[in-house]
Structure formats: structure tokens, C-alpha cells
């Protein structure tokens, strides 16, 4: 309200210095809080103060949907992405060629991959190793596998018969008789040609397996034409040297893989 | 159908190949314009410049003049909401549609005229060509989205140059109400329009009787189908009366400069021939350097300011439906602001027209206005004006004639009515700039 009384009040304005509770100001108003935007006028010298007027005082102003005001507001508290945790030390410093650290750099990267492929790849071969081994035969296995014979306990012109790996072994400690006639056999005429000195390593023992190569019998030792095996199956001859040289079976008898640790034991398989 | 095949693009392409002259980018320089008026009192204007790109615009007579003390910044509100929800569009699909067609669509506002414009590659303009009438005319103002425009209207305002501010007021001054409106909305008024508002706005004065349809570089019979195809109300609407009174408005902002906007009363788009004497007086006055880089100006203003001081002074003008505004803008240093102003006041109201000054001026007007319509976008804008506040649109030829017929005393006469009454509006800082009453 505007009394007469308060209206020299308003020819005239005060402030008070130290407030108190007795002079309390009038009218009470909310200070708005506004964001300054400066647009500051850019022209500074005559041609571009001329361009920046308006020739036209019938102002258009124009605007669209989409992107027609822009407002780029620029931000200080945005932090800038930093990879320094990550760096190599050598390339930090920013006054050093990162070129003149390349060879020692490198030489380390190269070490390191080296070092971690080899061991990588002994690890790996070791794991390979103890699986793949797994699947082979084990040690009970193993040991049935083989077979020594004590070789004087075979007299000469004998042939023994043995049970390895469930087939009929056949050791025959030949005399040098038998030798030298089956040294002598022309191989040419065989069915199976073989010369004795490919199926025996020490001359005087002879080591075959007692399946005939016909249909699996076990044949007879010292008989037939030859004086060596035959199979009464079929009727098979075998020779001392335990080449097949009459009747049905196609192959001479086989001969497992042996050994003479000592001069008087044999080891097969 | 035969004249359409011709027409096509690649034909027009064979056409401008094989028989002619190839074509600028910007198009032929010299095109014919035809004008029809539908029975609704639509003006249709079109044109083909054998352009790449095509304009099409739809203007209203709907600027700030139209608005009253109750919808005041309407103008601005609506400028700013076009693009916004329509009633058979989002303002999602209005965006995301004219962005995949690579086409521009804006809406521009004066005192006078709101226009919507679309601009792009030919087949671009004639595909968006729904959502240009739509924004144009099919405007909702969905309450939630005007909400969100409050922000925008503040940078609009926040962001305002000085030397706009300088006509704005200048404006302000001559005529108080009508074209005095500002093309901003004041700060008070913003949220505070409502939708009802906007629409009551839209309803009487987005009208066929106010608009005109101009396209450049579109078919006659395609800017016809879409003439045609507007939704639109034919009532006359109201126009507000603002006749030319003058005053003085001073808004003292700090700073280094001063701008300071001299104008008296200039012509009317209804006098054709004092509206080219007062363009050409505008021209002999002078709008600053023309030639590049230098910093002279051989018009009538510097000779009259004569002042050694970093300063920039261009003659300016309005025309409008029933008046108009001619005088000069300033912009000085603060410290010889006053000198300068006086000079300038001198020459509107004494000044002394040869007719060296008018030849100058004729040949500074005829080029200004060749570019102006050689270049699509602002020749759209400048035919759009004609078509809808004159009822008709004139080509370059036409253009350049008018000029030529303008004689030295058309022009001194436009002196003398402007010299009559000054109206001088100023802002920055202005402890050196004289009040209205000072200057003799």
C-alpha cells in the first residue's frame, strides 16, 4: 500500500550497515540464480564492425527441428583418459626417442616370449607324455610279455616247446648238420624265399613261432619231409630252418623278435 | 503426360547438355516466375532455376506485427516450435524422415512474415514435401513438448547480438505496438504461452488468405497440387494497424561500443515505386565496403560522419505491408559515439543526394538484388516476401528494370519524408550518445 506518509520513503534509499532486529527492510525478494552467457561482439576493426551489421532492419531470425540451436557448453572436471599405469617406464619421458629404448625394449618383450614358449611347450609335452602313456600296457602286462630261456638247459638237436603270449613258442638248438644243410637250400625254389641267414641271428638257434602259417595249428617238431616241423593238420612241411616247403601253408612259420642278453640266456619279446 | 517426361531429371539433364549453356550448381541466373492465385486467395509462386537443389516455402503473414498484448512472442514460440509434434506426425518422425532424405527444414519469422522452408536435392524436396505441410499447417503445440522449449527460448534471448538489439528497440521506438513487437518473446512471457494460445494464434493468421506457396526448381503443376492439398481457413484475419509515430529508447548495457540505430518513415510494399527509391536511398546512403578487404565507403553517411574513429556505419531499411524504416546503424567506440551519431543525423535529415550517389546506388542495389536471387535460398525468401505481401513476385529481369526507372528525385523525396521525424534507439555503452532532443 502507498501511504502519504511512506512515500518520501521512496526519493530516498538507504542501507544499513549493522543489522539488527528493530529496521527490518520492507519487502523480501528471492535473488534469482542466473547463468551468465557473454556474447562478446567481435568486431575490432572497420571491415569487420561494417560486416556485422545488419543491412536489412526487417531482421529475419531462423530455426528448425533437429540441430538448429547449438549450445556447446566446454567442461574442466571431465578427466582425460590415462594409460601411464600401463605404459612402458622407458617411453614415459616425454624429452627422451622412445627409438633409443627400441633394442633393450624389444630384447626384453623377446626374452619373456622365449622363456614362457619353451617352458610352455615342456609343460605341455609333459602333460601330452603322461596321458598318451595311460593307454599303454601296464607293468603286469608288461612282464607277461617276455620270456628268458636259459639256453643250456636245451640240448642239441632238441627242440623245445614254450607258451608266450598264449602261443606256442618253438626254441631248436640246431646241430651243424642242420646248419649247414639249410644254409645250402636254394632259395630261388622257395615259396616263401627267405635265406636262413635272415631268420636267424646266432646259426645254432633257431626261434619261430609254432602257428602254422596255414590255418593256426600248433605243427609237430622234428618230423616231416624236411626234418624240421609238420603240421599234421594239412599236412604242412616245415624245414629246420622253419621255411615252408610242402603242403598247403602260403608263409614260413614267424619269427618273434628275440635276444641274447648273455651268451647262454635268450630274451623274447 | 508428355510435357512431364520432358521434365524429368534426366531429360532436363540431356536438355541443359546437349542444347544449351550447362547450368552453375546455383542454377540459371535469369528464370521465369509465374504467379497464380487460387480461389482461396492462395498465391502460388513458382519457378525452376534448373538448380540441383529445390526450395519450397510456405509463408504466412503470421509475424511478431500480429501479435497482441495478450499473446505477446507468439511469433517466437511458434518459430522455435516448428518441428515439434503435429497432428499426424511425431516430432520423432518429422526428424528422423527429412534427416534420411538429407533434406533442411526451417522456419523463419520478421515482423511481418512466419515461412517455412525446405530445401534439398530435388527428389529430397518432393518426398518430404508431406512433412513440410505438415508443420507448416497441421500444428498441435502438445503442452509437454512447449515445456521443454522454455530453455530453448531463453538462449535465444541470452544470445541475442547487440546490433540486433539495436533494431529491435529501433523498432520498438517508431512504432510502440504491431511492428513494434519484438521477433523474441520478452522474458516475462516465457512459459507463460499457453497451447490454446498458440493455436487460436495459428487458427487466425495461418489462413490461405495470408499465405503464399513458393517453389524453386518444382514443377508449376506440382507446387499447384500442393497448393491445393492445404488444409487452410480463407478468412481475411486481422491486421494490426501500426502507423510510424518515432521516440527514443536507450538501453544502457556497459561495454566498449555503442550501437546506435538512426531510422525515419520509409515506404510500403503498396508503393512499389517509393519502396525501389527508398532501396536505392538506402544504397546511395551506403551499407559499408564493397569491395573486398578495403575499408571505405563512398556513400553519403561517411562523407557526413567523417570521423578517423575505428567505426562502422551501414544505411538500413524495412518495408513494410503499410510502412517502413530507413535509416543507418552504428556501431562506435564509446568515446566518439556522440560525434559520430551527430554526423549521421545530419545527413538523414540535411543530406544532399547527386546523382553520382544515385547511380552508385542504383548499380549497388540491381547487384545486390541479381545475387540475392541468383542465390535458392534467400531468392525462396525474397519472392516468398513479395508473393505475400504484395500478391505477386517479380524475376530478375523485372527486378533489374524497376531499379533502373527510379530517378534522383524519387530518391531525394525519400530523403526528405525520412529526414521528418527521426526515431533513434541505442545500446552498449552510452555515456557519449546524445539524447533525441540534443541533436539538431
Known amino acids: ?269 | 503426360m508428355a510435357s512431364n517426361i520432358a521434365k524429368s531429371t534426366i531429360f532436363r539433364a540431356v536438355g541443359t547438355r546437349g542444347y544449351a549453356q550447362l547450368a552453375p550448381v546455383s542454377g540459371s541466373t535469369n528464370y521465369q516466375v509465374n504467379v497464380k492465385t487460387l480461389p482461396n486467395k492462395l498465391v502460388v509462386v513458382s519457378a525452376d532455376n534448373d538448380s540441383p537443389l529445390a526450395r519450397v516455402s510456405i509463408v504466412f503473414r503470421a509475424g511478431a506485427r500480429n501479435e497482441t498484448s495478450e499473446n505477446l512472442g507468439a511469433a517466437h514460440v511458434i518459430r522455435t516450435a516448428a518441428g515439434l509434434s503435429t497432428q499426424n506426425m511425431t516430432q520423432f518422425a518429422i526428424t528422423r524422415n527429412i534427416q534420411q532424405l538429407g533434406a533442411s527444414l526451417t522456419a523463419t519469422s520478421d515482423r511481418e512474415t512466419i515461412s517455412y522452408t525446405l530445401e534439398g536435392t530435388r527428389q529430397a524436396v518432393e518426398k518430404a514435401l508431406p512433412y513440410l505441410t505438415e508443420v507448416a499447417t497441421q500444428q498441435v503445440f502438445k503442452p509437454w513438448e512447449l515445456a521443454e522449449l522454455s530453455d530453448r527460448l531463453r538462449i535465444d534471448l541470452a544470445t541475442r547480438p547487440l546490433q540486433l538489439r539495436a533494431v529491435d528497440l529501433l523498432h520498438k521506438a517508431a512504432f510502440r505496438t504491431g511492428l513494434g513487437n519484438s521477433l523474441y518473446a520478452p522474458k516475462f512471457q516465457i512459459g507463460k504461452i499457453s497451447s490454446e494460445t498458440l493455436q487460436h494464434y495459428v487458427s487466425s493468421n495461418f489462413t490461405s488468405a495470408r499465405g503464399a506457396v513458393v517453389g524453386l526448381g518444382l514443377d508449376e503443376c506440382k507446387m499447384d497440387e500442393l497448393a491445393q492439398s492445404l488444409t487452410l481457413d480463407d478468412s481475411n484475419g486481422h491486421v494490426n494497424v501500426s502507423p510510424y509515430k518515432g521516440g527514443e529508447i536507450r538501453s544502457d548495457k556497459g561495454g566498449s561500443f555503442a550501437f546506435m540505430a538512426v531510422a525515419g518513415e520509409g515506404a510500403s510494399v503498396k508503393n512499389p515505386k517509393e519502396a525501389m527509391a527508398t532501396a536505392v536511398l538506402q544504397r546511395a546512403l551506403g551499407v559499408g565496403p564493397q569491395i573486398k578487404w578495403s575499408t571505405v565507403d563512398n556513400g553519403i553517411l561517411s562523407k557526413a560522419i567523417c570521423s578517423s574513429e575505428g567505426y562502422a556505419s551501414s544505411a538500413i531499411s524495412a518495408t513494410y505491408s503499410d510502412t517502413g524504416l530507413v535509416g543507418v546503424l552504428i556501431a562506435a567506440p564509446a568515446k566518439a559515439a556522440g560525434k559520430i551519431l551527430e554526423g549521421a543525423v545530419k545527413a538523414l535529415k540535411s543530406g544532399n543526394v547527386t546523382d553520382a550517389d544515385v547511380a552508385r546506388g542504383k548499380n549497388q542495389l540491381k547487384t545486390a538484388l541479381l545475387l540475392h536471387l541468383e542465390s535458392g535460398s534467400e531468392a525462396v525468401e525474397l519472392l516468398g516476401k513479395q508473393a505475400v505481401l504484395a500478391g505477386g513476385a517479380m524475376s530478375p529481369c523485372e527486378l533489374a528494370a524497376a531499379v533502373d526507372s527510379v530517378s534522383t528525385a524519387d530518391v531525394r523525396a525519400a530523403l526528405s519524408k525520412a529526414g521528418r521525424k527521426l526515431t533513434i534507439a541505442s545500446v552498449g555503452n552510452l555515456s557519449n550518445v546524445p539524447y533525441a532532443d540534443d541533436l539538431k
Not at chain 1, 619353451?118 to 599303454?136: E, G, L
Request: charged share 20%.
Open chain 1, 1 to 269: 500500500m502507498l501511504k502519504p506518509c511512506t512515500v518520501s520513503g521512496y526519493f530516498k534509499s538507504a542501507s544499513q550497515v549493522v543489522s539488527n532486529q528493530l529496521n527490518v527492510s520492507g519487502t523480501v525478494a528471492v535473488l534469482p540464480t542466473r547463468k551468465p552467457v557473454q556474447i562478446p561482439f567481435q568486431g575490432n576493426s572497420a571491415l569487420s564492425l561494417s560486416r556485422a551489421l545488419p543491412i536489412n532492419a526487417n531482421v529475419s531470425v531462423s530455426s528448425g527441428p533437429a540441430v538448429s540451436t547449438q549450445i556447446r557448453w566446454a567442461h574442466t572436471d571431465i578427466n582425460v583418459p590415462n594409460f601411464d599405469d600401463y605404459r612402458n617406464p622407458a617411453t614415459k619421458n616425454p624429452n627422451k626417442k622412445s627409438t633409443d629404448s627400441e633394442d633393450s625394449r624389444k630384447n626384453f618383450t623377446y626374452l619373456v616370449a622365449g622363456g614362457l614358449g619353451a617352458s610352455s611347450a615342456y609343460a605341455a609335452k609333459s602333460v601330452i607324455t603322461q596321458f598318451v602313456s595311460s593307454m599303454s600296457a601296464s607293468a603286469d602286462v608288461l612282464a607277461l610279455a617276455k620270456i628268458e630261456i636259459k639256453l643250456a638247459d636245451i640240448p642239441e638237436g632238441k627242440s623245445v616247446t614254450f607258451k608266450w603270449r598264449g602261443k606256442p613258442l618253438f626254441i631248436r638248438h640246431r646241430t651243424p648238420d642242420e646248419i649247414s644243410t639249410e644254409q645250402s637250400v636254394a632259395v630261388n625254389n622257395l615259396r616263401d624265399p627267405q635265406h636262413d641267414n635272415e631268420r636267424v641271428q646266432n646259426p645254432e638257434w633257431l626261434v619261430v613261432l609254432g602257428v602254422c602259417t596255414h590255418l593256426g595249428c600248433v605243427p609237430i617238431a622234428n618230423s616231416g619231409d624236411f626234418g624240421g616241423y609238420y603240421c599234421p593238420c594239412h599236412g604242412s612241411h616245415y624245414d629246420a630252418s622253419g621255411r615252408i616247403r610242402k603242403g598247403p601253408a602260403p608263409l614260413n612259420l614267424e619269427v618273434p623278435a628275440y635276444t641274447f642278453p648273455t651268451d647262454d640266456t635268450l630274451l623274447v619279446g
